[in-house]
């Protein structure tokens, strides 16, 4: 699995693709809300729509929170594994990028270290 293009493409890609889905669910939320909003003054109740889509909202949240762990842990794994980062400081330097700069690291990391290097290979 550490080796593999598709999860090693789909853990650099993810946190970012995820990230503009959290933006685009949150704008669409936001004008459900804004819309409604006559309709939310009159009511004694908050409705269920606010809450189904609060719900939603929330657990989309948390499905990226995950992925984002999983990719840090998958890039960290695959540095630690990485034959060319043995014998220097870079594996170091590549897990602080990795912890400080979650997202961008890895797919610095992935256009750096295994395409470049993969596309160096095979010419």
Do not use: R, T
């Amino acid at each position: 699995m550490i080796n593999s293009k598709f999860w090693q493409a789909f853990f650099a890609l993810a946190p970012f693709i995820g990230l503009v889905l959290i933006i685009g669910g949150y704008a669409v939320f936001m004008i459900s809300i804004f819309g409604n909003l006559e309709e939310l003054e009159h009511q004694d109740s908050p409705p269920m729509a606010f809450w189904g889509g609060f719900g939603v909202f929330m657990a989309m949240i948390l499905l990226m929170v995950l992925l984002a762990i999983a990719s840090l842990i998958f890039y960290i794994v695959h540095a630690v594994k990485n034959p060319n980062l043995q014998h220097n400081n870079l594996l170091l330097v590549w897990i602080l990028l990795f912890i400080f700069a979650s997202g961008i690291g890895q797919l610095i990391y992935w256009i750096v270290e295994i395409i470049a290097k993969k596309n160096n290979v095979s010419s």
